[in-house]
């Protein structure tokens, strides 16, 4: 009764947000929606067994059954969701999608009998009942078709945005109405301090809009710059063939990958997973869908054919050290400042460059002893119609 009587002091505006902030509440913590497929036979598959088998195959894959099993849990090798390390085993996603539509003998196959040493090793005493790997089958078929758990603000940054906002609501409304606070200025601090995290929270998600600094995507291929550049010491101009003389440094076909891999058919780490999916885009002339790392914005002009053909820039300058990478990443954040600063850093080498024969000012000024450096700041770099045209 206390409490009801309580409520009915309560000041309408705020009987207002705290109802919008449960509705916001519920409708951000609804499940993502899933993805849709136009494979309708595949669906109606799934739909034709029941949610239980489903979730028992979920439950063995993820080692939640058998509960006396003495083996590795599927999942332990074949992983759900990204890490930040290179995981060489094939993962949930890339075998679903392999044997979606598949008969059951021939994912049976794969899984007692895999291609590989090893994978074989890692098989070595996997048991399981032919009833329970059709459920593992049919819940991969179901990832085939959903994909994986689409990602989003994480909770934490969620539930402080809110909290934060709800401060500052209430700061303002003892602030207008209530005057419950015994300082005023504690009230107003409130109101500052949460408007300056708020605004700075939004500026930061702002700003990652347009930059995507260690930005370390999946790709359909597990490719490690490690084993080719570094290990194996292939040049970056071998494989990334228009460097030298095109905007963009080009992508290898697959034509160039079987100049290797037409002998090399297994891989120390990935076995032979990966590099049958080379062979078949090869084949097939499918082309593979590579996620783009390093993008700019539309209305930034960049050549790789000005940097690394005229000014000899080596590549790990913007892009790291690449030879040590496994999983590629975005080292620089790729923004205007990083460009401006590296212009005026970087020293041009003038003498043995036919290029620069054309700035006879500074080459007599270089001879003269009037100046004794040339950077690219000096011969226009940071002109805005350089880059913006």
Same mark, same amino acid.
């Given at each position: ?221 597990? =490719? !490690? %710059?490690?084993? @080719?550049? *570094?290990?194996?010491?292939? /040049?970056? &101009?071998? $494989? #990334?063939?228009? +460097? ?57 002009? =960049? !050549? %790789?054919?000005? @940097?690394? *053909?005229?000014?000899?820039? /080596?590549? &790990?300058? $913007? #892009?790291?050290? +690449? ?67």
């Amino acid at each position: 009764m206390r409490k009801v009587i309580l409520l009915r002091h309560v000041p309408l505006q705020l009987k207002a947000f705290i109802s919008l902030l449960f509705l916001f509440i519920f409708l951000i913590s609804g499940n993502p929606v899933k993805a849709q497929t136009t494979d309708e036979e595949d669906e109606s598959a799934i739909e034709s067994h029941s949610h239980n088998d489903i979730q028992r195959g979920e439950r063995f894959f993820k080692g939640l059954l058998p509960k006396d099993r003495k083996f590795e849990s599927c999942v332990s090798c074949h992983i759900l969701s990204k890490s930040d390390t290179m995981n060489w085993n094939p993962s949930a996603m890339d075998i679903a999608s392999k044997f979606a539509g598949k008969d059951f003998a021939d994912f049976q196959s794969a899984v007692m009998q895999p291609n590989g040493k090893k994978m074989e090793a890692s098989h070595k005493d996997f048991k399981i009942e032919e009833e329970d790997l059709k459920k593992v089958k049919l819940y991969l078929d179901e990832l085939a078709i959903t994909g994986p758990h689409s990602v989003g603000p994480t909770i934490n940054q969620i539930v402080i945005f809110i909290l934060l906002g709800l401060l500052m609501t209430l700061a303002l409304l003892d602030l207008i109405f209530f005057h419950k606070m015994k300082y005023r200025f504690v009230t107003i601090l409130i109101l500052l301090v949460s408007m300056v995290v708020q605004v700075k929270m939004i500026a930061t998600a702002a700003i990652d809009l347009g930059r995507s600094q260690n930005y370390a995507p999946d790709q359909p291929i597990k =490719f !490690s %710059h490690k084993v @080719h550049a *570094g290990d194996n010491q292939i /040049d970056c &101009k071998y $494989c #990334h063939t228009t +460097v030298e003389f095109n905007k963009s440094a080009g992508i290898p076909a697959m034509e160039l990958c079987m100049n290797c891999h037409v002998l090399v058919r297994e891989g120390t780490n990935s076995g032979k997973f990966e590099i049958a999916k080379v062979v078949e885009a090869n084949e097939t002339k499918k082309p593979v869908a590579w996620v783009r790392l390093h993008n700019l914005p539309d209305h930034v002009f =960049f !050549s %790789h054919a000005q @940097h690394v *053909g005229v000014a000899k820039v /080596d590549c &790990k300058q $913007c #892009h790291g050290a +690449v030879a040590e990478m496994d999983i590629m990443k975005q080292t620089s954040d790729l923004s205007m400042g990083w460009c401006i600063n590296c212009h005026r850093d970087t020293k041009v080498n003038f003498k043995d460059n036919a290029y620069y024969d054309s700035y006879m000012k500074l080459h007599d000024q270089l001879k003269g002893g009037g100046i004794d450096t040339i950077r690219a700041v000096n011969i226009g770099a940071n002109d805005c119609m350089r880059c913006h045209y």
